[in-house]
């Protein structure tokens, strides 16, 4: 797929995004926006998946380890065909099948329930061992928040998945910068996250620009060449990215936009909708 064309698929995540935290009156809209490029090229462009068919046994495999940004992973699901975009307004509803982190006896796409933070990494490992046992093709891409790996497990699982050689696993860092209490430097620096990858002996790709779709596709073509060790993606975004108010603020993090909120964020994507449309 074309470029501009994953970049107005993102645009329309990110609606989607705002749309159901707003129908909620709860969520996490900010680490959702900075992920959306990343959701968006891993369901249109990486993945080898079938809505159709989402128990594949053949198929790819995602486990959002952020759990929380359930509202990105849903939107993006939504416009791959998972299920109708109009139901991102039952997020969080009673009853609903969007709940507020993923579960997978509830929605068939999900691979794995996740939101307990640190352990969605754990899962993935396992997937990709199941994968090799097995003498599968298929590919375990798993999405982790910058804060997020200051948990012990997240290392854990990243020690065994080098001893094992797992090269089909890609774990990818949201590097936002920000999280639920400020500045991930401020509360318990990972920093370098690169190099720690490196010391745990993966293969590790920085992404000047995890916004930018040239440079996730030159990262994640990267990746498929890797042999012999698994893949960490580092990702530089912008948390609450396409929203101007939402944009590098961490009270953003968890909050609801209110409905005066709500229209200035939908303005927003809507002038860079038409945007992309000039181009």
């Avoid at 890609?170 to 401020?186: A, F, H, P, S, W």
């Avoid at 060790?229 to 990215?241: F, L, N, R, S």
Wanted: net charge negative; proline share 4%.
């Amino acid at each position: 797929m074309q470029t501009l064309e994953l970049q107005k698929i993102a645009n329309e995540v990110r609606k989607g995004i705002v749309t159901g935290v707003h129908s909620a009156k709860a969520g996490h809209p900010g680490g959702s926006l900075s992920a959306a490029d990343i959701f968006t090229y891993l369901y249109f462009e990486e993945m080898n998946i079938d809505p159709k068919n989402p128990t594949d046994p053949d198929r790819d495999r995602f486990v959002l380890s952020k759990g929380h940004t359930a509202p990105g992973y849903y939107s993006a699901m939504a416009q791959r065909g998972y299920f109708p975009v109009e139901e991102l307004l039952t997020l969080r509803h009673v009853d609903s099948r969007l709940q507020g982190h993923p579960c997978m006896q509830d929605l068939p796409g999900i691979d794995m329930s996740s939101g307990s933070l640190g352990q969605g990494i754990s899962a993935a490992v396992g997937m990709a061992i199941a994968g090799k046992l097995d003498n599968k093709s298929y590919r375990v891409y798993t999405l982790l928040g910058d804060g997020e790996i200051q948990e012990g497990q997240v290392w854990e699982a990243s020690m065994l998945a080098a001893h094992r050689h797992l090269d089909n696993l890609v774990v990818i860092v949201d590097n936002n910068g920000l999280q639920i209490d400020g500045r991930i430097e401020d509360v318990n620096s990972p920093y370098p996250i690169d190099k720690k990858f490196e010391a745990f002996n993966f293969h590790v790709i920085n992404v000047a620009d995890g916004n930018d779709m040239d440079q996730l596709r030159a990262a994640f073509e990267e990746a498929k060449t890797v042999k012999g060790q698994p893949t960490a993606i580092i990702a530089k975004t912008v948390k609450g990215k396409g929203v101007s108010f939402m944009e590098n603020q961490a009270s953003w993090h968890g909050t609801a936009p209110n409905d005066e909120q709500y229209a200035v964020a939908m303005a927003d994507l809507e002038k860079v909708g038409e945007a992309l449309c000039q181009k």
